[in-house]
Every structure is written in structure tokens, then in C-alpha cells.
């Protein structure tokens, strides 16, 4: 069974920073794109960030580049979400998902997993 824990959310005033945690488990993940989604109220749920398990290139949504960071650690089979000069507007619950992605890693139907999310909120 296959579970995305997300953890590190919390508040946080504008310009700092935070990092998300997403433990995977439940099978391996080499082949499979993980990625960073977040949702704000009356939004749809947006890419934030995306890298393959087994290295390549990354995926940043043009508001954040240059702010946040995906990267991953094996042997903890853990992807992060480093959050930097954080604005009220990143304010979102935050989503880990994987999915064995053919096309576009910003497509939220690529995704088969998902973990339940973490509250993000960046006070002004």
C-alpha cells in the first residue's frame, strides 16, 4: 500500500522560509515523477515543483522559481519542498504526489498517489 506523508507546514511570516517533508513507502519508487502540488481555497490544485525519482531534470512553476527547491534523499525515500522568501499569495495546503508521468509533470491527472496535505500559511 503505497502512503505520502507530508509533514512541515505551519505559519510563517512573509519573507521567511519552510520545508516540507513527503515520506513515501509502500513500493518503489524509481520509475515514478514526484511532485509538489498546492491548493488554495476556491483554486484548483497547481504543480509547485516536480523531479523524478531517479534523478533529471526538474519542474518549477514559473512562480516560484527561484524561491523553492525539490530534491530528495534515497536512503530516508523522502522528497522535500524547500520554501523560501515566502509571499501571503503561497498561503495553500500542499500536496505530495507521485505518478508514473508520460506527459506534462504539471498535469494533475498523472498522479495516482497523493498524501493528505499540509497547511501552508504565509502571514503579510
Known amino acids: 500500500q503505497v502512503q505520502l506523508v507530508e509533514s512541515g507546514g505551519g505559519l510563517v511570516q512573509a519573507g521567511g522560509s519552510l520545508r516540507l517533508s513527503c515520506a513515501a513507502s509502500g513500493r518503489t519508487f524509481s520509475r515514478y515523477t514526484m511532485a509538489w502540488f498546492r491548493q488554495a481555497p476556491g483554486k484548483e490544485r497547481d504543480v509547485v515543483a516536480a523531479m523524478r525519482w531517479n534523478g533529471g531534470s526538474t519542474y518549477y512553476a514559473d512562480s516560484v522559481k527561484g524561491r523553492f527547491t525539490i530534491s530528495k534523499d534515497n536512503a530516508k525515500a523522502t522528497v522535500y519542498l524547500q520554501m523560501n522568501s515566502l509571499k501571503p499569495e503561497d498561503t495553500a495546503v500542499y500536496y505530495c504526489?507521485?505518478?508514473?508521468?508520460?506527459?506534462?509533470?504539471?498535469?494533475?491527472?498523472?498522479?495516482?498517489?497523493w498524501g493528505q496535505g499540509t497547511q501552508v500559511t504565509v502571514s503579510s
Open positions: 504526489a507521485a505518478g508514473v508521468v508520460v506527459g506534462t509533470p504539471s498535469s494533475y491527472y498523472e498522479y495516482a498517489y
